[in-house]
Protein backbone atom coordinates (compact mmCIF):
# COMPACT_ATOMS: atom_id res chain seq x y z
CA UNK A 1 0.00 0.00 0.00
CA UNK A 2 1.53 3.58 -0.70
CA UNK A 3 2.32 5.78 1.87
CA UNK A 4 -0.26 8.37 2.41
CA UNK A 5 0.81 11.68 3.26
CA UNK A 6 -0.44 13.20 6.72
CA UNK A 7 -1.02 16.97 7.05
CA UNK A 8 1.91 17.73 8.87
CA UNK A 9 4.05 15.79 5.66
CA UNK A 10 2.06 18.16 3.15
CA UNK A 11 3.03 20.96 5.21
CA UNK A 12 6.67 20.27 5.64
CA UNK A 13 6.77 19.23 1.53
CA UNK A 14 6.10 23.00 1.63
CA UNK A 15 8.44 24.41 3.75
CA UNK A 16 11.45 22.24 3.15
CA UNK A 17 13.78 22.51 0.42
CA UNK A 18 16.96 21.43 -0.86
CA UNK A 19 18.37 24.83 0.72
CA UNK A 20 16.75 24.50 4.46
CA UNK A 21 19.35 24.68 7.18
CA UNK A 22 20.04 21.17 8.68
CA UNK A 23 18.71 22.68 12.14
CA UNK A 24 15.44 23.42 10.44
CA UNK A 25 15.01 20.35 8.58
CA UNK A 26 16.29 18.55 12.08
CA UNK A 27 13.56 20.43 14.13
CA UNK A 28 11.09 19.07 11.25
CA UNK A 29 12.17 15.69 11.29
CA UNK A 30 12.05 15.63 15.39
CA UNK A 31 8.38 16.88 14.82
CA UNK A 32 7.49 14.34 12.49
CA UNK A 33 8.79 11.79 15.20
CA UNK A 34 6.70 12.95 18.10
CA UNK A 35 3.51 12.58 15.97
CA UNK A 36 4.25 9.03 14.67
CA UNK A 37 4.27 5.70 16.39
CA UNK A 38 8.05 6.22 17.76
CA UNK A 39 8.63 6.64 21.77
CA UNK A 40 9.65 9.50 23.82
CA UNK A 41 13.27 7.61 23.60
CA UNK A 42 13.51 7.43 20.25
CA UNK A 43 12.26 10.82 19.47
CA UNK A 44 15.17 12.20 21.92
CA UNK A 45 18.09 10.09 20.88
CA UNK A 46 17.35 10.50 17.30
CA UNK A 47 17.46 14.72 17.76
CA UNK A 48 20.23 14.25 19.99
CA UNK A 49 22.09 12.46 17.11
CA UNK A 50 21.29 14.50 14.56
CA UNK A 51 22.38 17.69 16.76
CA UNK A 52 25.37 15.61 16.71
CA UNK A 53 25.74 15.77 12.85
CA UNK A 54 24.99 19.99 12.97
CA UNK A 55 28.37 19.91 15.30
CA UNK A 56 30.51 18.36 12.52
CA UNK A 57 29.06 19.81 9.46
CA UNK A 58 27.48 23.06 10.69
CA UNK A 59 24.14 24.12 11.39
CA UNK A 60 23.43 26.00 8.68
CA UNK A 61 24.38 23.71 6.28
CA UNK A 62 21.97 23.29 3.69
CA UNK A 63 20.60 19.64 3.25
CA UNK A 64 20.70 19.50 -0.22
CA UNK A 65 24.34 20.09 -0.46
CA UNK A 66 25.36 17.07 2.34
CA UNK A 67 26.77 14.14 0.31
CA UNK A 68 27.88 10.78 1.30
CA UNK A 69 31.35 11.39 1.59
CA UNK A 70 30.45 14.14 4.53
CA UNK A 71 27.78 11.71 6.29
CA UNK A 72 31.21 8.92 6.44
CA UNK A 73 33.24 12.21 7.68
CA UNK A 74 30.59 12.32 10.06
CA UNK A 75 31.32 8.99 11.12
CA UNK A 76 34.42 8.84 11.14
CA UNK A 77 34.29 12.09 13.40
CA UNK A 78 32.54 10.03 16.07
CA UNK A 79 34.65 7.53 16.20
CA UNK A 80 38.02 9.09 16.64
CA UNK A 81 38.32 13.38 16.19
CA UNK A 82 35.21 14.23 18.81
CA UNK A 83 37.11 13.59 21.78
CA UNK A 84 34.15 11.67 23.51
CA UNK A 85 34.09 8.12 23.84
CA UNK A 86 31.10 6.48 21.30
CA UNK A 87 30.28 2.84 22.52
CA UNK A 88 29.56 0.60 19.15
CA UNK A 89 25.59 0.72 20.62
CA UNK A 90 25.47 4.39 20.33
CA UNK A 91 27.48 4.83 16.92
CA UNK A 92 25.11 2.19 15.11
CA UNK A 93 22.00 3.93 16.69
CA UNK A 94 23.37 7.54 15.26
CA UNK A 95 23.95 5.90 11.91
CA UNK A 96 20.18 4.65 12.04
CA UNK A 97 19.07 8.00 13.58
CA UNK A 98 21.26 9.63 9.74
CA UNK A 99 19.50 7.26 7.82
CA UNK A 100 16.03 7.73 9.19
CA UNK A 101 16.52 11.25 8.57
CA UNK A 102 17.54 11.56 4.48
CA UNK A 103 15.19 8.75 4.01
CA UNK A 104 12.26 10.92 4.92
CA UNK A 105 13.99 13.90 3.44
CA UNK A 106 14.18 11.85 0.26
CA UNK A 107 11.46 9.23 0.14
CA UNK A 108 8.65 10.26 2.40
CA UNK A 109 8.43 14.28 1.54
CA UNK A 110 10.64 14.54 -1.61
CA UNK A 111 12.80 17.28 -0.66
CA UNK A 112 15.61 15.69 -1.94
CA UNK A 113 16.27 13.82 -5.33
CA UNK A 114 18.93 11.20 -3.43
CA UNK A 115 19.19 10.10 -0.18
CA UNK A 116 22.93 10.61 0.64
CA UNK A 117 22.69 8.17 3.56
CA UNK A 118 21.56 5.07 1.34
CA UNK A 119 24.93 3.78 0.96
CA UNK A 120 26.52 4.44 4.11
CA UNK A 121 27.52 1.40 6.07
CA UNK A 122 27.61 0.26 9.65
CA UNK A 123 31.34 -0.44 10.40
CA UNK A 124 32.23 -3.61 10.87
CA UNK A 125 32.00 -5.50 13.87
CA UNK A 126 30.14 -2.42 15.56
CA UNK A 127 28.03 -4.07 17.87
CA UNK A 128 28.36 -7.83 19.29
CA UNK A 129 25.58 -9.76 18.30
CA UNK A 130 22.89 -10.71 20.97
CA UNK A 131 23.31 -14.46 22.88
CA UNK A 132 20.59 -16.61 21.81
CA UNK A 133 20.22 -20.14 23.04
CA UNK A 134 21.31 -22.98 20.96
CA UNK A 135 18.66 -25.99 20.41
CA UNK A 136 20.39 -27.70 23.28
CA UNK A 137 20.22 -25.11 25.34
CA UNK A 138 16.89 -24.36 24.94
CA UNK A 139 15.79 -28.09 25.53
CA UNK A 140 18.47 -28.12 29.00
CA UNK A 141 16.62 -25.26 30.41
CA UNK A 142 13.46 -26.28 29.66
CA UNK A 143 14.15 -29.69 30.94
CA UNK A 144 15.51 -27.92 34.46
CA UNK A 145 12.37 -25.80 34.82
CA UNK A 146 10.41 -28.72 34.29
CA UNK A 147 11.93 -30.30 37.12
CA UNK A 148 11.24 -27.35 39.36
CA UNK A 149 7.57 -28.01 38.54
CA UNK A 150 7.92 -31.56 39.58
CA UNK A 151 9.28 -30.25 43.13
CA UNK A 152 6.00 -27.78 43.39
CA UNK A 153 7.28 -24.58 41.88
CA UNK A 154 5.31 -23.90 38.74
CA UNK A 155 6.49 -20.23 38.26
CA UNK A 156 9.95 -21.20 36.51
CA UNK A 157 7.85 -22.75 33.33
CA UNK A 158 5.68 -20.87 33.39
CA UNK A 159 7.85 -17.48 33.03
CA UNK A 160 10.50 -19.44 30.90
CA UNK A 161 7.78 -20.65 28.70
CA UNK A 162 6.39 -17.22 28.17
CA UNK A 163 9.37 -16.01 27.51
CA UNK A 164 10.58 -18.53 24.66
CA UNK A 165 6.79 -18.25 22.73
CA UNK A 166 6.17 -14.44 23.13
CA UNK A 167 9.57 -13.01 23.27
CA UNK A 168 8.25 -9.97 25.66
CA UNK A 169 10.45 -7.85 27.18
CA UNK A 170 10.75 -7.84 31.36
CA UNK A 171 8.81 -4.38 31.48
CA UNK A 172 6.14 -5.85 29.36
CA UNK A 173 6.11 -9.61 31.68
CA UNK A 174 5.85 -7.44 34.32
CA UNK A 175 2.55 -5.06 33.87
CA UNK A 176 1.20 -8.47 33.00
CA UNK A 177 -2.07 -8.74 34.49
CA UNK A 178 -4.93 -11.97 34.67
CA UNK A 179 -7.14 -10.47 32.38
CA UNK A 180 -4.74 -10.62 29.78
CA UNK A 181 -4.92 -14.02 28.95
CA UNK A 182 -7.29 -15.86 27.01
CA UNK A 183 -7.07 -19.56 28.16
CA UNK A 184 -9.41 -20.98 25.84
CA UNK A 185 -7.65 -20.06 22.66
CA UNK A 186 -4.52 -19.68 24.67
CA UNK A 187 -2.63 -16.18 24.04
CA UNK A 188 -2.00 -13.38 25.90
CA UNK A 189 -2.90 -9.52 25.16
CA UNK A 190 0.17 -7.09 25.72
CA UNK A 191 -2.10 -3.97 26.49
CA UNK A 192 -0.34 -0.35 27.38
CA UNK A 193 -2.11 2.07 29.20
CA UNK A 194 -0.43 5.46 27.62
CA UNK A 195 -2.34 6.11 24.86
CA UNK A 196 1.09 6.75 22.99
CA UNK A 197 2.63 3.04 22.63
CA UNK A 198 -1.45 1.82 21.87
CA UNK A 199 0.18 1.06 18.22
CA UNK A 200 2.25 -1.89 19.98
CA UNK A 201 -0.72 -3.42 21.56
CA UNK A 202 -0.72 -7.15 20.41
CA UNK A 203 -2.41 -10.74 20.44
CA UNK A 204 -0.13 -13.48 20.76
CA UNK A 205 -0.69 -17.32 20.70
CA UNK A 206 0.41 -19.40 23.33
CA UNK A 207 1.15 -23.09 23.19
CA UNK A 208 -1.60 -26.10 24.01
CA UNK A 209 -0.18 -27.07 26.92
CA UNK A 210 -0.51 -23.29 28.52
CA UNK A 211 -3.91 -23.21 30.10
CA UNK A 212 -3.06 -26.48 32.80
CA UNK A 213 0.54 -25.08 33.33
CA UNK A 214 -0.70 -21.36 34.24
CA UNK A 215 -3.53 -22.85 36.03
CA UNK A 216 -1.26 -24.71 38.14
CA UNK A 217 0.85 -21.78 38.69
CA UNK A 218 -1.74 -18.87 39.64
CA UNK A 219 -3.26 -21.99 42.24
CA UNK A 220 0.21 -22.72 43.68
CA UNK A 221 0.66 -18.93 44.60
CA UNK A 222 -2.58 -17.18 44.52
CA UNK A 223 -1.86 -14.82 42.21
CA UNK A 224 -4.74 -12.30 41.99
CA UNK A 225 -4.40 -9.06 39.84
CA UNK A 226 -0.92 -8.78 38.63
CA UNK A 227 0.72 -12.22 36.95
CA UNK A 228 4.13 -11.91 38.18
CA UNK A 229 3.82 -9.41 41.90
CA UNK A 230 7.41 -9.72 42.13
CA UNK A 231 10.44 -7.04 40.88
CA UNK A 232 12.17 -7.41 38.04
CA UNK A 233 15.45 -8.38 39.81
CA UNK A 234 13.36 -11.27 41.54
CA UNK A 235 12.36 -12.70 38.33
CA UNK A 236 16.06 -12.54 37.22
CA UNK A 237 16.66 -14.45 39.79
CA UNK A 238 14.45 -16.98 39.03
CA UNK A 239 15.53 -17.36 35.50
CA UNK A 240 18.89 -17.60 37.39
CA UNK A 241 18.12 -20.59 39.30
CA UNK A 242 16.91 -22.22 36.02
CA UNK A 243 20.34 -21.73 34.32
CA UNK A 244 22.11 -22.82 37.40
CA UNK A 245 20.07 -26.12 37.12
CA UNK A 246 20.57 -26.06 33.41
CA UNK A 247 24.16 -25.95 33.75
CA UNK A 248 25.06 -22.67 32.38
CA UNK A 249 26.27 -19.15 34.08
CA UNK A 250 23.15 -16.97 32.91
CA UNK A 251 19.87 -16.92 31.07
CA UNK A 252 18.18 -13.34 31.28
CA UNK A 253 14.94 -11.63 29.54
CA UNK A 254 17.20 -10.17 26.56
CA UNK A 255 18.43 -13.61 25.49
CA UNK A 256 15.28 -14.95 25.68
CA UNK A 257 13.54 -12.57 23.78
CA UNK A 258 16.04 -12.77 21.11
CA UNK A 259 16.10 -16.58 21.28
CA UNK A 260 12.01 -16.52 20.56
CA UNK A 261 12.84 -13.60 17.96
CA UNK A 262 15.33 -15.93 16.22
CA UNK A 263 13.48 -19.43 16.25
CA UNK A 264 10.66 -17.55 14.45
CA UNK A 265 12.97 -16.29 11.93
CA UNK A 266 14.56 -19.23 11.06
CA UNK A 267 11.34 -21.11 10.99
CA UNK A 268 10.58 -18.20 8.16
CA UNK A 269 7.80 -16.16 10.17
CA UNK A 270 7.03 -13.22 7.65
CA UNK A 271 8.83 -10.50 8.49
CA UNK A 272 6.26 -7.76 8.92
CA UNK A 273 4.34 -9.84 11.33
CA UNK A 274 7.61 -10.85 13.29
CA UNK A 275 8.19 -7.28 13.35
CA UNK A 276 4.35 -6.78 15.01
CA UNK A 277 5.38 -9.76 17.63
CA UNK A 278 7.92 -8.17 19.05
CA UNK A 279 6.32 -4.89 19.34
CA UNK A 280 9.11 -2.85 17.82
CA UNK A 281 8.44 0.11 15.26
CA UNK A 282 9.82 0.24 11.42
CA UNK A 283 13.00 2.41 12.56
CA UNK A 284 13.74 -0.48 15.21
CA UNK A 285 12.85 -3.53 13.32
CA UNK A 286 15.69 -2.71 10.28
CA UNK A 287 18.40 -3.06 12.86
CA UNK A 288 16.60 -6.50 14.42
CA UNK A 289 16.43 -7.70 11.39
CA UNK A 290 20.30 -7.47 10.39
CA UNK A 291 20.79 -8.67 13.26
CA UNK A 292 18.41 -11.61 13.20
CA UNK A 293 20.13 -12.75 9.62
CA UNK A 294 23.49 -12.32 10.70
CA UNK A 295 22.27 -14.92 13.96
CA UNK A 296 20.16 -17.33 11.53
CA UNK A 297 23.70 -17.26 9.05
CA UNK A 298 25.92 -18.10 12.07
CA UNK A 299 23.82 -20.86 13.04
CA UNK A 300 23.34 -22.48 9.85
CA UNK A 301 27.51 -22.09 8.97
CA UNK A 302 27.51 -24.23 12.47
Known amino acids: MAHQPSLFEFKARSELTPETPLARARQAFADHLKGGDYSRHTVYFFTHDLRLLGQCLGEDRP??????RDLQDFVDWLRHRRGVPCTPKSLRR??????AFFRWLHEELGVLPTNPAEALVYPEAVEPLPEVLTPEQVRAVREAAEGFRREG???????????????????????????????REPAVW????????????RRLPLPPEWPELFREYLQQYRIEGRVFPWT???LEYVLD???????????SFETLRWTCALQDFIRGMDPEDL????????????DTLRRLQALAGRFAGS
Open 63 to 68: VGTIGL
Open 94 to 99: RITAVK
Open 153 to 183: DARPLTLLTLLLHTGLKKSEVVALRLEHFDL
Open 190 to 201: IRYAHPRYRHKE
Open 232 to 234: PRN
Open 241 to 251: DVARRAGMVHL
Open 275 to 286: RRKLGLSEIQWR
